[in-house]
Nanobody
Framework: QVQLVESGGGLVQAGGSLRLSCAAA?????????MGWFRQTPGKEREFVAA????????YYADSVKGRFTISRDKAKNTLTLQMTSLKPDDTAAYFC???????????WGQGTQVSVSS
């Protein structure tokens, strides 16, 4: 299916910010799909972070990131972003970009980008 590539992760101190990006590889597009961000730490279940409708008109956030993270998409550039501010050590995780293939009820993820927040 559509290959996703995440970027923008790194090491930052608590209170700092990072901007994650997700792009489709090989000239493919995901503009017609709902998309989202998930995160996972070693030994833990993958956790929902944020989602956005295919049109960009609706957004959804986990309670733990509301007011701090913002998800957006640019259909012209075929990219998805996650602006993260006021980062906390608990935000440390591998972050994954995802798209929802509605006609098969399947979710697909990229390989992830690491975010590390120090106290």
């Amino acid at each position: 299916q559509v290959q996703l590539v995440e970027s923008g992760g790194g090491l930052v101190q608590a209170g700092g910010s990072l901007r994650l990006s997700c792009a489709a590889a090989s000239g493919r597009t995901f503009s017609s799909y709902h998309m989202g961000w998930f995160r996972q730490t070693p030994g833990k279940e993958r956790e929902f972070v944020a989602a956005i409708s295919w049109s960009g008109g609706s957004t959804y956030y986990a309670d733990s990131v509301k007011g701090r993270f913002t998800i957006s998409r640019d259909k012209a550039k075929n990219t998805l972003t996650l602006q993260m501010t006021s980062l906390k050590p608990d935000d440390t995780a591998a972050y994954f970009c995802s798209y929802h293939q509605w006609y098969t009820n399947q979710d697909f993820w990229g390989q992830g980008t690491q975010v590390s927040v120090s106290s």
